[in-house]
């Protein structure tokens, strides 16, 4: 790692496809796994909310993702890119399981249909 007030010094040299994540976990080792959920919804009508995200390997571990603190908007055939991490590492997904939430008490619950789903891993990109 780098120290948090020297990365430019450190990263900047090596070019623009330099990228960097900051986020942490609170728990020891306080590393996070990030992952890139790109989906592409099928709802006829424009859905504003939430994804959580749960991850599960072949031996049933299971590691979720927190809520994101921004709604995300699905329109029809459009992609939307989530940035989610999770405090565990899990190298060989069996399943994969998605939560969607407007947060909201009042009105009636709303599906998100989902037409095409990808999950990539940030820290191993060629998983």
């Known amino acids: 790692g780098y120290r948090a007030d020297r990365w430019k010094k450190m990263l900047i ?14 728990k020891d080792p306080f590393c996070m796994y990030n992952y890139l959920l790109d989906i592409t919804t099928w ?5 504003r909310g939430f994804i959580k995200v749960k991850i599960i390997d072949y031996a049933g571990n299971t590691v979720e993702s927190q809520m994101n603190s921004e709604a995300s908007t699905f329109q029809q055939y459009k992609r939307v890119k989530i940035l989610t991490g999770f405090h565990r590492d899990i190298e060989k997904i069996a399943k994969i399981s998605l939560t969607f939430s ?19 891993s940030l820290n191993h990109p060629k998983r």
């Open 13 to 26: 040299p090596l070019g623009s496809s330099t990228k960097a994540y900051f986020d942490t976990s609170d």
């Open 102 to 120: 407007t947060k909201t008490l009042i009105g009636p619950k709303q599906k998100l249909r989902i037409l095409q789903m990808k999950l990539k």
């Open 43 to 47: 709802n006829r009508s424009i859905r």
